[in-house]
């Protein structure tokens, strides 16, 4: 296998884009990344494309081609994939892209992920985003996705102790981050009230404990490590891409609180790699629930099982700290948009490290992390950045 | 969504009579049924080897939470308690806590499954059944339940059939 190096990265901004289509989305993404990475549409070998549910989102399978056909790129008969895999279908195409440069199968592939989640109304878009989960076994019953997530809260607090407050931290931190993001979807700070004062979704989850639902779309383009430097600057090499899979239903997990799937991929990655967590500067893990992210930071190796909640209200992932999480405001604050968020970690966390985040760099980060799930964890992917120059 | 008759009544074994499967090989209980059991070392090994097994529906609360933004079919039930059920069995199973106040549910409570309506798709789509728990033990006093949601005590009786209460 071969190095693999991000050499160019693009998103739009997150959010409710109501005066832009799926197709438009699709471009502005991959243009920025194309363009980042100098390369012309000619060398492309292939596209992948990271996409949860376009299918009942905008009633179009067959997306992946769609988006390189309006790209100008029909007539050089680039292939064209989709992936999915729940709110992980980002992560798992950036996956695929990496294997097929390692591999020596393709030289640059450009990997996209997008979502147009506001073209139907809220509740349509939750229904769909909940059949990420055990359609026949959890669904039926009367179960949600933050239901779900809910059960974990519950149960993590009964075993821990983990406390309403605590959970609070997290969207409170997230909101703080998404200010200093002009791509955010909410650039708003809120404070720990806020959080406890909002409506119940699942008690004793509330909405400031729910990412949103959000259009957009990310894109990276990858190419062999030995070539990178004549198409940028300060490429990132991909030190490691893991795609680890668990019981689609919470009521099969061997643990409640504990997402094996995350705890694989990331002990996967980091042996890979040679690293271990406490070398990681920044990580955008995935906090598409207050909940989720505790749990994550336990999962991946950067808070001992339990501690997760007093950590983080100490302040012990925010700016200053050794590991910061999710300078971009996360899934809760930069936005939702189901198959493009594990791409957009990846375009933060490469930005992060050739040192160009504006007011939320993180100085001098080196190595990065991004964590993206599926559903309740039934999908887990860990990817490890490095600068090398 | 709507749901052909199909899809619908191949899992009521299942939903209405909680019908679940046993490795022969490993004597693990698996709910809804499996036909290779996942705990053997070697899955092959159970292969044609899983035999039907018949959960007692008794268990008891292992997490639970109050849902108000409801799943599709549940709007007129909000809020509602969803909860993970650990059955005497082993397995683990997804459904609505009722006849009780949401503040009276913990973890820990015994609960005993019940044969309830569990949603309507529309007024021509399929009507879904399944399971639903009710508590199988008094409760320790929380606030003075109202007469209407008075648990039932020890002994619910059995669902009747063609008696179904949502």
Redesign the interface.
């Known amino acids: 296998m071969r190095e693999v190096a991000v050499i160019g990265a693009g998103m739009t901004r997150f959010g409710e884009l109501w005066d832009l289509s799926f197709r438009e989305i699709g471009i502005e993404a991959g243009f920025q990344a194309l363009v980042d990475a100098k390369l012309s549409s000619h060398q492309l070998n292939a596209f992948y494309l990271g996409n949860m549910a376009s299918g009942s989102l905008l009633e179009q399978e067959h997306i992946a081609p769609l988006v390189i056909d309006y790209a100008g790129l029909a007539g050089h008969h680039v292939g064209a994939i989709r992936v999915e895999a729940g709110g992980a279908s980002g992560a798992v195409a950036l996956h695929q892209g990496y294997l097929a440069v390692a591999s020596g199968a393709y030289d640059y592939v450009v990997v996209g992920g997008a979502e147009k989640l506001t073209d139907v109304p809220d509740f349509t878009a939750n229904r769909i985003s909940g059949s990420t989960a055990d359609q026949e076994w959890e669904s039926v019953f009367g179960a949600t996705l933050p239901g779900l997530w809910a059960l974990v809260a519950r149960r993590h607090m009964h075993d821990y102790g983990t406390t309403r407050e605590q959970l609070a931290h997290v969207p409170v931190q997230a909101h703080a981050m998404g200010a200093k993001n002009p791509n955010a979807h909410f650039r708003n700070k809120i404070t720990l009230e806020t959080v406890l004062g909002a409506g119940p979704v699942a008690e004793p989850l509330g909405v400031f404990d729910c990412a949103p639902l959000s259009d957009g779309a990310a894109a990276v383009v990858l190419g062999p490590m030995d070539e990178a430097k004549k198409h940028q600057e300060i490429p990132i090499r991909i030190a490691a891409s893991q795609v680890a899979c668990d019981t689609m239903a919470l009521q099969h997990r061997r643990e409640l609180t504990t997402l094996e799937a995350t705890v694989t991929a990331a002990r996967q990655a980091f042996a890979l790699a040679h690293r271990a967590p406490a070398d990681v500067q920044v990580a955008e893990i995935d906090d598409s629930y207050s909940i989720a992210a505790l749990v994550a930071l336990e999962d991946l190796g950067f808070a001992e099982k339990g501690k997760s909640g007093a950590l983080f209200a100490q302040g012990a992932f925010a700016p200053g700290a050794r590991t910061v999480v999710n300078p971009s405001g996360g899934l809760k604050a930069q936005g939702r948009p189901f198959g493009a968020v594990g791409v957009a970690q990846a375009v933060e966390v490469v930005r992060q490290l050739r040192g160009q985040s504006g007011e939320r760099q993180v100085p001098g980060a080196r190595l990065g992390l991004t964590h993206n799930i599926g559903g309740t964890g039934a999908t887990a992917v860990v990817h490890l950045f490095e600068r090398v120059n | ?1 709507a749901t052909t008759i199909a899809r619908y009544w191949r ?1 009521t074994p299942r ?1 209405y009579n909680l019908g679940g499967s046993r490795c022969t090989v490993c004597r693990t209980i698996y709910f ?1 049924p499996r036909s290779v059991c ?1 705990s053997c070392s070697t899955h092959r090994q159970s292969l044609g080897k899983m035999e039907p097994f018949q959960l007692s529906g008794e268990g008891e609360v ?11 079919g ?1 709007e007129m ?1 909000v ?2 308690v ?3 059920v650990k059955t005497r069995e082993g ?6 806590v009722v006849d009780l106040p ?1 503040e009276r549910v913990r ?1 820990g409570l015994k609960v005993r499954a019940t044969f309830r309506k ?2 309507e798709e529309g007024k021509a789509g399929v009507i ?1 059944y ?3 728990f009710s508590p199988a033990e008094e409760p320790p006093p929380h606030r003075r339940p109202g007469r209407s949601s008075e648990p039932s005590r020890s002994g619910t009786p059995a669902p009747e059939e063609g008696r179904v209460r949502a």
């Open positions: 969504m899992e939903r809804p996942p292992y997490s639970f939470c109050t849902v108000h933004d409801a799943a599709e549940f039930e809020p509602y969803l909860a993970l397995p683990l199973l997804t459904g609505q949401a973890i569990l949603r879904h399944g399971y639903k």
